[in-house]
């Protein structure tokens, strides 16, 4: 049996934005993890089982849009060695999916690892490799994914990212002071895939009105790296206010997001936004030892379903 696990992540500053070139900072939810589980069963054919979806399949005759069999086949690619028979590939995970956590990143990283690990290939896979690879299955569901959650699952590292065509900008770091965040989820889930695809309409539709919001956020994720490397917390949350209301301009917010947000900032958080593509999912507020639990209560009496708390740095 080998098995390997991989987290979920939150978009601190530039979720959107980031498709289109600007810069964004995400880290990576340590304790809330996807777990992918290998045994060898000696027989013909793999079997691909997801339990908590009661979902499962044979490789060989499994769809093209299966994400565990898309991993599988991206990992043959990768080493030119064949992965269609002879064990079972499990996956569980304590991310909730379609919510902006990055359950189906984490869940590719988690079985690449595995793959890696049951090949005796561990060691030559590098963490630019698991992402590049992740990346490729993510393409596959999204379409126009920025890579941002590959990239920070795969390193487990707050990252500063921006995409670019001829290699993108991946510069880890560590936030001068630690941030305590409390991640509540509106319980509503939403797809990546149709929220980036709105967004890409209006862009055509308006091109110089989103380029404008694309451009204010972009620049507050830069500042909002400057304000985390010197340890300016309250700076930081204004930022992540400031960020929530140019979301809520782009049409990627809700009514459910924004009664969240509005309640965790009147509970003493320091700033607070959705993370992640919007419109149901997830959102995060910066806390302190002091409010962390006014808001927690604050955002379950607001209606939040699940709420985590999480530090980065
Ligand atoms: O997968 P989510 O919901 O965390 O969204 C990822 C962030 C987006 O910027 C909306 C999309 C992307 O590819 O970066």
Known sequence: MVSATAPGKVILFGEHAVVYGQPALAAPVMHLRARAVIDETRTADVNLIA???GRSAQLS??????PLAATVRVVERHFAKSLSDGYSLSVTS??????GLGSGAAISVAVIRALGTYLGRADALTREDVSLLAYEVERLHHGTPSGIDNT????????????????NVIKPFAPARPLRLIIGDTG????????VGDVRREWQHDPSRYEAIFEACGRLADAGRAALESGDLPEVGRLMDENHEWLVRMMVSSEALDRLVAAARRAGALG????????GGNMIALVTAETEAAVGEALTAAGAVRVYTSDVG
């Open 188 to 195: 509503i889930r939403s797809a990546t895939k149709d929220v």
């Open 152 to 167: 920070v699952i795969a390193y487990e590292q707050p990252v500063y990212f921006i995409r670019r065509e001829s290699g």
């Open 272 to 279: 607070a936004k959705l993370s992640g593509a919007g419109r």
């Open 61 to 66: 005759s499994a769809r093209a849009t299966n």
């Open 94 to 99: 304590a991310i909730p999916i379609a919510s």
């Open 51 to 53: 339990p908590d979806l």
